[in-house]
């Protein structure tokens, strides 16, 4: 049995005993190559789900909206590594209660889905603790190198190409299951942070707030960076933030739902190695 | 829009003859919103100050900046100015052109126009201050001491003295903690107990003291001025009313072989015990896990012993809640575990002690008599070897930090042992003598010279036994060689570390600790018996390693912070503190987290019929102390700090 | 016989309309972006495009438009408006659904008051499509009435020949004349054929949808809820859309002075409508994509007689959760009756 | 061009109720003056401005009869009121408009009015209640319900005194339970149901409702019970607006952009709009 | 010759240690450039990063941000969090293009007159050198000219 029949039957058994009101997974989408997200609410529905290697987004953004979860009922959610990881941010900021969250897990490995064991956040505590270890994508770090290599000005005027083009349509939060408060910052009028015009100074402003906001916090899932319409790579601004976080503070976004935000605490000894 | 007036002051030539006042006077007069602009020689000075008055009076103003001194001179000055002339104080911004300007430039203009841009800004910034009003909390004048040993009994004694209430607690049978076990104390050799236990006997006696032994502090609610405490009081099993203390049930006790904690295990208690003789109060308690009543029903010789009936099998936990204003923590420390020194023997041979254990040998009341004897067969030692920072300055093993007492009390057990075993010869490996204090120094010269302590300096690397001795090998770095010394006893200086407990307790009562548990300080040096939540003080070896005078000493100071609190019966805080918008709080909690204070708390929501919409952060002014650390965390920008607010920054910034 | 341009003549041409004082702007790609930009020679231009990812409404309707600056002083306040240039504008390569975008926008912005920002950039530029012979998954241009070589909006429209030398070349107005007339010996007579226009297949019947929404008793449907669950309320559909208008005004500036701009908004956004009471008419993501559907395809098509949609495709191709219009009106046009 | 507004300078300022403010304002160009003269009609609205902090929309609140200046009267909320109520005289704020359509008064002639409004939403009403009491001859009976949540709560209290003073006004003033004071006089109760008490008479009445959503409705239940028709009962739109003039679609409810089709609608219109968008 | 280039620099301290190290500068006459503006704050824990991003909006050529030596904080531990959020903030910068010469952490107490006029000394002397931020001044100029595409 393939992993999708495998998981079709497990959400139909989570369904039909009631364990679950609802499955958030993938389905089809509007051509052969991609996915979109489903929402499963009874067993017969279930056919409906498809897994494969191109269900990559992060569907844990779907467990906050308010009221989902206040019933106390639980919901079941098909999440890779990364949105498990998520699913710990957002209970540790209080956001969902793991306790409701029935995890299917699966991974994508050289162009296949395979199941992972375990249903709730702390079963996979041993996998991100590998992850861990591992360290950050490679890939990533080589594509930030590049950016690192050049001088401020080249890399200024780099990112002032790639924001010139941000049009302030904000899909980068939207999609970001860690966007979830209920005013942003870019909305906030009294005062005015950030600039909301879409000029460069204003995308800037936008981009730099929202990769700060999300230091420590963003598990490289890298539904920003697809879903920005005009190609901004977010994915490298937000590398550098969980960089910065893993060297400076050895702090890896989403180890366990107890983890204290990385920007709210601190140790005396933190490296402080560019204060005058 | 706004009335602004702007005072520009000389300050006799200090600004002046830098500052080309009147074209700051003329600018600032040009700025939007500014009503009045003027200058005058010294605006601190009782007419200066009247000009500022008669203007906020003439011109309605709404706001006022002072361009003269640093606000940490005058800020006072003037807010007082501004509230006799019905302005609120708070719609006062100083700009500093005095100390940050003019005496610190040498170009004219290059300081004028840094004074117009200075102004600038506090004048956008003061348009947007809002009105103030100091923050008024009442204060419930009753204290709270938590730990009765020689830090609580003091702050207890001090606060009670003074005429106020206070509530010592102390989870043992017994008040008096450490200082009950030592034998004599440093530098004086006085007998402890004789100069604690009268100190017991006045705690328990005195009119303002409630002493609450045997009881823990389960959780503190609310904040300075206005906490509540639960306190639960364990079952003693024993009628504190009718006890008259004569002891028949603790010598008809059948169950007698209980290792008594008091003695450190040297010696035994039963099941119904005081912890020593001298407990105050002198009302036993029924140990439940060991006796034999409640193990299976038979038994009841205390009981039946018991001529006033003051057994009582049937006793119940007790929670107690309790009000106060203030509460002092003194819960002390305990001795570490030297398990890990598995080098040193401890544990494996018997004649390897702690420092306390030799306490105990030493003192009078001690299982042994005040007599010098081995445990492990009872016999005078004729040597003793003392290792110093057996536990301390040890990064590997043991703690980072010195224990500070260690030094001394190994010369003092060097003493006892000479005065005690005359022949006998003492031994003892350090890393640095420190002894630091008044007549401190001068005792260990008294050990050394009078009392033939033998000090190595140097490292231990092992204890061994051969032939029923205990060899002792370490190194004497100042000869530079390995030495061997046999002995037959050894004692470690074993380090001074927080109580097991001591970081769940923190974290139940609301106060930061360090990475060992020792409980912060709210600054180092500036408050160092204040906890970094308003209202709870620390005194003696819970906030770090102290000696006898050092803990009573904190411990007064700590009474002195209490008593300062409960002079008035209102306690005035300045208003800047923290406050939230809760329609866009998304409840994360990161403002709760970064709090230095405790200070914010959750707040739910509800809708008509008391359903749950969501839960906010709710500050609670009493506690917060204004940092805004919170504010700068917060994602949604959903907290805000009154003073600082985010919209006069901002104006502040955009002036420039 | 009809004019045609050789793709070997498109470095002549261009050269020719920079000698008449136009900028021409083609489709090209740039960090990592395809869009309108300005270009100067053919090589630049990157017109194998399905479409660019960027419309060309951007350059009538730009994200964000200065219109007034203002100087703050004591007791008076100093403005000066910012009028936008009537720049000599060709854009070359437009697809006829963003050409049909720009002809969609016109009576609203006319609409009794008229929008000199949009119009004086509309007034001088020249929209040179060319038809379309490829399409993709995404393309929908016939759904909606429209087709892979329609005119509208277009001043001159440009059929690829069979042979794929070249264009035949066609002036649809006096501006598409005026232009040709700048290049009379670049063009010349031929009878190659032209390419036959993509075929785009028919995703939803539009006359079914239209009647649907236009019935009352649609608005409180449950299909909208079901439709939109997955939404996640971000603008890159209306931002990337070719007849999306709705914007705002904000004013931005320090102490002293700034510009009150005019910047794209989004019905997407939660904030929207949101008054400063609190209360919001449309404060969930289905009320929200419900709005965007009835205005296109409802209240839109009721005032100005055409449908705010021209069927490019954009916002599904570029959409983060694969939503978009064309899912919508094929669910709409399958409901049962 | 399109979006520039009138500078306007505040002549005085007057406080309403708590929170709520009423500014008058004079126009500094003439040309801009003959302007608001030519277009103005009572029920049409403007964008209030202060540049640096942005526009708010709210109803012109002076009356057609009287255009030598304009008068609002807003609640402080959001960032351009509170700047807006700090406003002096002699300040300079500016103003865009007038828009939207109006009032057709001319139609109201010879016949009975019945002006009903509720809290901050007597000022659109005000308007037309001065636009015809300034031309009170040709109007029958002019009957004004106004209600509000507490008796501090009522604005414009001169003018009700006023009102209340003239033979020619039947004002009846409500506040909401718990809303009076002790010396007050008048009725205690919803606007609805006082409504029905007072029972004014539908025969050649119009009607203009001004209020909360949700007091509209429950009036308009009140209005069909007394035997008004939907078609002669008029009501004033408030919607989010950021151009005023028909473009930037906030305002855009069901097929009318309140904005230019609006804000004066007849209940009958209202009806027909969805619900739930409003 | 034109005039040398003056550079603007912003800072951002707290009262208790920073403001307090400027105010002992000025009483003991020491003399330091007039390049720098100071924002006063409670604590450094109270120093948002926006407060940067909108002293570079306002032209600011370098930015510096001071408060109390670790441990010292009046507020026990505000400025162990800034300290968090600076190393942070200064590589988001960094890795955006903002030159960290530009930006300036330090910590100063109340004591320190002496290091506080040398500081802005050094500072104002470095960024002079840089010259100014123009490629972030140009972000501003071009939102008063242009309309975005």
Request: aromatic share 8%; glycine share 8%; net charge neutral.
């Given at each position: 049995?393939?992993?999708?029949e ?29 996915r ?10 279930t ?6 290697a191109?269900?990559?987004?992060n569907?844990s ?23 498990i990881?998520?699913?710990?941010i957002?209970?540790?900021e ?6 409701q ?16 064991p ?34 401020a ?5 780099y ?17 970001c ?23 460069t ?25 697809r879903?920005?319409?005009v190609?901004?790579p977010l ?6 933030m969980?960089?910065?976080a ?18 709210a ?12 | ?19 080309e006042?009147?074209k ?7 700025h ?15 007419p ?18 002072v361009?003269?001194c640093?606000?940490?001179m ?7 100015a501004c ?23 040498t170009?004219?203009?290059?300081a ?34 938590i730990?009765g040993?020689v ?7 001090d ?36 100069i ?10 005195h009119?303002?003291?409630?002493v ?7 959780e ?6 206005n906490?509540?405490?639960k ?13 008259t ?22 010696g ?10 001298q ?14 009543y ?11 012993t ?17 009000e106060?204003?203030?509460i002092?923590?003194a ?20 004649d ?12 009078a ?15 005078e ?8 920072c057996?536990g ?7 703690v980072?930090y ?6 001394m ?15 006998g ?38 204890v ?46 609301g106060?930061?600790y ?28 819970c ?16 009474a ?11 306690l ?12 866009t ?7 709760a ?7 914010i ?8 019929n ?5 839960r ?28 600082f607010?985010?919209k ?7 002036a420039? | 016989m009809t004019?045609?341009?050789?793709h ?69 306040i100093?403005?000066?408006e910012?009028v ?29 008051y ?7 950039r ?15 998954d ?16 277009s ?7 069979k ?10 107005t ?27 297949p ?9 009647a ?6 649609s ?9 939109s ?5 971000c ?12 914007f705002?005004i904000?004013?931005?500036?320090d102490?002293?002075s ?14 929207f ?28 098509r009721?005032?100005?007689d ?9 916002c ?13 009106l ?8 | ?12 300022k ?19 003056h ?7 009609r009572t ?28 008068e ?7 960032r ?6 700090n406003?002096?005289?002699g ?7 007038p828009?939207?359509?109006?009032f057709?008064?001319e139609?109201?002639e010879g ?9 901050i939403?007597?000022p ?15 109007f029958?009976n ?17 003018e ?8 020619d ?20 109760g ?11 008479s539908?025969d ?26 939907a ?43 969805p619900?739930?968008?409003? | ?25 000025g009483?003991?006459?020491m003399?330091y ?13 109270r120093?948002?990063?926006m407060?940067i991003l ?11 941000v001071?408060?109390c ?5 009046h507020f ?6 800034a ?11 960094s890795?955006?293009g ?9 910590w ?42």
């Amino acid at each position: 049995m393939g992993i999708q029949e495998q998981y079709r039957n497990e959400a139909a058994e989570l369904l039909s005993s009631g364990a679950v009101k609802l499955v958030i997974g993938y389905g089809e989408g509007s051509t052969s190559d991609r996915r979109r997200p489903v929402f499963i609410r009874s067993a017969d529905e279930t056919a409906r789900l498809v897994l494969d290697a191109n269900c990559i987004a992060n569907l844990s953004g779907y467990l906050v909206p308010e009221g989902l979860l206040s019933d106390g009922k639980s919901v079941a959610v098909f999440l890779k590594p990364d949105g498990i990881r998520s699913v710990n941010i957002l209970a540790a900021e209080a956001q969902v209660n793991p306790d409701q969250v029935v995890i299917l897990g699966f991974d994508i490995d050289g162009g296949q889905a395979s199941p992972l064991p375990g249903r709730k956040a702390t079963d996979f505590a041993p996998l991100i603790e590998s992850q861990k270890s591992t360290g950050l994508s490679t890939e990533l770090q080589q594509e930030a190198d590049q950016l690192e290599l050049m001088s401020a000005t080249d890399r200024f005027e780099y990112w002032n190409q790639q924001f010139s083009k941000c049009i302030k349509c904000y899909a980068c939060r939207q999609v970001c299951p860690m966007c979830y408060c209920r005013r942003c910052i870019v909305d906030v009028n009294q005062p005015q942070w950030v600039n909301t015009s879409s000029h460069t100074l204003g995308n800037f402003e936008w981009n730099i707030v929202r990769a700060f906001h999300l230091a420590g916090r963003c598990v490289a899932c890298g539904g920003c960076d697809r879903a920005c319409p005009v190609n901004i790579p977010l994915r490298l601004i937000n590398h550098r933030m969980s960089k910065e976080a893993l060297d400076a503070f050895d702090h890896f976004a989403g180890e366990s739902a107890d983890q204290k935000p990385v920007l709210a605490t601190f140790r005396q000894d933190d490296p402080e190695t560019f204060i005058l | 829009m706004a009335k602004i007036g702007v005072f520009v002051c000389h300050c006799g030539e200090n600004i002046a003859s830098m500052v080309e006042t009147a074209k700051l006077v003329s600018t600032i007069a040009d700025h939007p919103g500014v009503e009045i602009s003027t200058e005058y020689k010294y605006f601190c000075s009782d007419p200066g100050q009247e000009t500022v008055k008669k203007a906020i009076r003439e011109h309605n103003l709404t706001g006022v900046v002072v361009a003269a001194c640093s606000p940490r001179m005058h800020e006072q000055t003037f807010r007082k100015a501004c509230a006799e002339a019905g302005l609120n104080p708070y719609m006062l911004e100083m700009a500093n052109i005095r100390e940050h300007c003019s005496w610190v430039h040498t170009d004219k203009k290059e300081a004028t126009d840094k004074a117009i841009e200075i102004t600038r800004s506090l004048v956008e910034k003061v348009k947007r201050n809002n009105d103030l009003q100091p923050i008024s909390v009442p204060v419930t004048r009753r204290a709270m001491v938590i730990g009765g040993g020689v830090a609580g009994i003091q702050a207890a004694l001090d606060i009670a003295s003074a005429g106020r209430e206070v509530v010592l607690v102390e989870r043992e049978p017994s008040i008096g903690g450490h200082m009950a076990q030592l034998s004599e104390t440093f530098p004086t050799l006085d007998c402890s107990q004789c100069i604690l236990t009268p100190r017991m006997v006045e705690a328990i006696q005195h009119p303002n003291i409630t002493v609450m032994t045997y009881s823990e502090v389960e959780e503190v609610d609310g904040y300075i001025g206005n906490f509540s405490v639960k306190v639960r009081k364990k079952a003693r099993y024993v009628k504190m009313e009718t006890c008259t203390g004569c002891g028949d049930c603790i010598q008809k006790c059948p169950v007698k072989k209980i290792p008594s904690e008091f003695e450190c295990s040297l010696g035994n208690r039963t099941a119904i015990y005081t912890p020593f003789a001298q407990a105050v109060p002198n009302v036993p308690v029924i140990d439940r896990s060991r006796c034999t009543y409640f193990k299976n029903g038979k038994c009841g010789i205390c009981k039946k012993t018991c001529q006033i009936d003051s057994i009582d099998f049937d006793q119940q936990d007790i929670i107690e809640t309790l009000e106060v204003g203030a509460i002092v923590v003194a819960t002390g420390f305990q001795v570490q575990d030297t398990s890990g020194y598995g080098e040193y023997g401890y544990g494996r041979y018997k004649d390897v002690i702690t420092g306390l254990h030799f306490e105990r040998l030493a003192s009078a009341s001690g299982p042994t008599a005040g007599k010098i004897l081995r445990p492990s067969d009872g016999k005078e030692p004729q040597t003793v070897v003392f290792i110093q920072c057996a536990g301390s300055r040890d990064v590997s093993k043991g703690v980072r930090y010195c224990s500070r007492i260690c030094c001394m009390y190994t010369s003092k057990h060097a003493m006892l042992y000479a005065h005690k075993v005359h022949e006998g010869v003492s031994q003892i490996f350090y890393m640095d003598i420190r002894a630091a204090g008044k007549g401190y120094d001068e005792f260990t010269r008294r050990a050394i010279e009078e009392d033939k302590a033998g000090y190595i300096r140097g490292r231990v690397s092992k204890v061994y036994e051969e032939n029923g001795k205990l060899i002792v090998r370490g190194a004497d770095t100042l000869l530079g060689r390995q030495v061997e010394v046999q002995a037959d006893m050894v004692v470690l200086a074993t380090a001074m570390v927080p109580q097991h407990d001591a970081k769940d307790f923190a974290k139940k009562i609301g106060i930061s600790y360090d990475e060992y548990g020792f409980y912060n300080e709210a600054h180092l040096k500036l408050r160092p018996v204040e906890s970094s939540t308003a209202g709870i003080y620390l005194a003696g070896a819970c906030q770090s390693p102290k000696d006898i005078p050092d803990s009573v000493a904190q411990a007064s100071a700590a009474a002195a912070k209490v008593l300062g609190l409960f002079s008035k019966e209102h306690l005035e805080r300045e208003p800047v503190v923290a406050m939230v918008t809760e329609s866009t709080c998304a409840g994360c909690w990161g403002c709760a987290t970064a709090c230095p204070y405790n200070a914010i708390d959750h707040r739910d929501i509800n809708d008509r019929n008391g359903n749950l919409i969501k839960r906010v952060a709710s500050v609670n002014p009493g506690l917060c102390q204004g940092c805004g650390t919170c504010v700068s965390f917060c994602r949604s920008n959903s907290i805000d700090l009154a003073g600082f607010t985010e919209k006069q920054i901002f104006a502040e910034v955009m002036a420039l | 016989m009809t004019r045609i341009l050789l793709h070997t003549r498109l470095d002549d041409c261009l050269a020719a309309w920079r000698a008449s004082g136009y900028s021409v702007l083609a489709p090209s790609k740039s960090h990592e972006l395809t869009r309108f930009n300005e270009v100067q020679h053919a090589s630049d231009m990157a017109l194998d495009l399905v479409l660019p990812e960027r419309t060309i409404k951007d350059h009538f309707f730009p994200q964000t438009e200065p219109l007034i600056r203002y100087r703050i002083k004591k007791h008076e306040i100093d403005t000066e408006e910012m009028v936008p240039p009537e720049l000599k504008r060709i854009f070359f390569g437009v697809r006829p659904c963003d050409a049909s975008g720009l002809a969609i926008d016109d009576p609203l912005f006319g609409w009794d008051y008229k929008d000199e920002y949009w119009f004086r950039r509309r007034g001088n530029s020249v929209i040179v499509t060319i038809a379309c012979t490829s399409a993709d998954d995404f393309c929908m241009c016939t759904s909606v009435q429209l087709s892979p070589d329609s005119t509208k909006g277009s001043d001159v429209m440009l059929t690829p020949l069979k042979d794929g030398r070249g264009w035949q070349v066609l002036a649809l107005t006096d501006r598409g004349n005026a232009l040709l007339e700048t290049i009379p010996s670049i063009l010349q007579e031929s009878d190659a054929e032209p390419a036959p226009p993509a075929s785009v297949p028919v995703k939803f019947d539009i006359d079914k949808v239209t009647a649907w929404l236009a019935d009352p008793a649609s608005f409180e449907s449950h299909f909208w809820k079901e439709i939109s669950q997955r939404c996640i309320g971000c603008a890159s559909c209306t931002f990337l859309c070719p007849t999306c208008h709705c914007f705002d005004i904000q004013d931005e500036g320090d102490t002293y002075s700034g510009i009150r701009r005019k910047n794209w908004d989004s019905c997407s956004f939660a904030m929207f409508t949101m008054h400063t009471s609190g209360h919001n008419p449309r404060n969930t993501q289905s009320t929200r994509w419900r709005q965007r559907i009835m205005h296109k395809f409802n209240y839109y098509r009721g005032k100005f007689d055409v449908n705010s949609c021209s069927g490019c495709g954009r916002c599904t191709r570029q959409c983060p959760v694969d939503m978009g219009i064309t899912e919508t009106l094929q669910s709409i046009s399958n409901l049962p009756r | 061009m399109i979006y520039n507004p009138f500078p306007m300078r505040v002549v005085s300022k007057r406080d309403e109720a708590p929170g709520v403010r009423t500014l008058r304002l004079e126009f500094v160009k003439q040309e801009d003056h003959d302007y608001f003269s030519t277009n103005y009609r009572t029920g049409m609205f403007g964008l209030y401005g202060i540049f640096g902090e942005g526009e708010s929309t709210f109803c012109v609140a002076s009356p057609e009869t009287r255009k030598e200046y304009i008068e609002c009267t807003f609640r402080q909320s959001g960032r351009v009121t509170t700047t807006l109520a700090n406003a002096d005289a002699g300040d300079i704020v500016t103003f865009r408009g007038p828009y939207g359509n109006r009032f057709p008064i001319e139609e109201f002639e010879g016949k009975n009015l019945l002006f009903i409004a509720g809290g901050i939403a007597l000022p659109p009403t005000r308007s037309v209640i001065w636009s015809c009491l300034d031309q009170r001859e040709k109007f029958g009976n002019v009957t004004i319900v106004y209600g509000a949540r507490t008796v501090a709560d009522l604005v414009y209290k001169d003018e009700l005194d006023e009102w209340k003073r003239r033979d020619d006004v039947n004002l009846v003033l409500t506040v909401d339970p718990g809303g009076e004071t002790p010396d007050w006089q008048d009725h205690v109760g919803f606007v609805p149901s006082v409504l029905e008490k007072v029972a004014p008479s539908p025969d050649n009445t119009i009607a203009v409702l001004c209020g909360p959503p949700i007091m509209i409705k429950f009036t308009l239940n009140a209005l069909e019970k007394l035997g008004f028709s939907a078609e002669n009962v008029y009501t004033t739109l408030e919607n989010r607006m950021k151009c005023g003039v028909g473009k930037c679609g906030r305002c855009n409810v069901g097929s009318v952009y309140i904005c230019k089709e609006g804000p004066v609608f007849t209940a009958a219109e209202v009806q027909a709009m969805p619900q739930a968008d409003l | 010759m034109s005039e040398p280039f003056e550079p603007k620099i912003v800072a951002f301290v707290c009262t208790y240690c920073t403001y307090a190290g400027a105010d002992l500068a000025g009483t003991s006459r020491m003399k330091y450039a007039s390049n720098v503006r100071i924002v006063r704050l409670p604590c450094t824990g109270r120093i948002s990063p926006m407060f940067i991003l909108k002293a570079l909006q306002k032209g600011a050529d370098g930015v510096l941000v001071s408060g109390c030596h670790p441990g010292d904080c009046h507020f026990a531990q505000g400025n162990y969090h800034a300290r968090r959020r600076w190393t942070v903030f200064r590589a988001l910068l960094s890795f955006t293009g903002i030159p960290e010469e530009r930006i300036k952490f330090s910590w100063i107490s109340a004591a320190e007159g002496a290091k506080f006029a040398e500081l802005i000394n050094g500072v104002t002397e470095e960024i002079r050198s840089l010259g100014p931020f123009e490629q972030y001044q140009e972000l501003q100029k071009i939102i008063e000219t242009q309309s975005t595409y």
